[in-house]
């Protein structure tokens, strides 16, 4: 079986059930892969996670806010891994 990447899963994010899916893989994520992780505290994580959110409010260049809540929260939360 493929593993989907957390990029992948942090794009399929629909409902309840798939955010806290994706919210396991993050923290997985976060333990066999810190070196790709931009932030070494949960301080940091949330406040790049949050930064992020709100320079993204209304889109992007090259990002498109979703609809769905759920999926939004997940991408917020899979940004502030990588959002300096």
């Known amino acids: 079986?493929?593993?989907k990447t957390l990029f992948?899963?942090?794009n399929e994010v629909?409902?309840?059930a798939s955010?806290?899916?994706f919210l396991s893989a993050l923290s997985k994520d976060r333990q066999t892969c810190p070196g790709e992780w931009q932030h070494d505290s949960i301080e940091s994580f949330l406040e790049a996670s949050a930064d992020w959110g709100q320079e993204s409010i209304h889109?992007?260049?090259h990002y498109v806010k979703?609809?769905?809540s759920w999926?939004?929260?997940a991408q917020i939360m899979y940004m502030g891994k990588i959002y300096e």
Do not use: H, S, Y
């Open 14 to 16: 629909q409902d309840e």
């Open 1 to 3: 079986m493929v593993q």
């Open 19 to 21: 955010f806290i899916a």
């Open 59 to 61: 889109g992007l260049t």
């Open 8 to 10: 992948e899963l942090v």
């Open 66 to 68: 979703p609809d769905n």
């Open 71 to 73: 999926k939004r929260c």
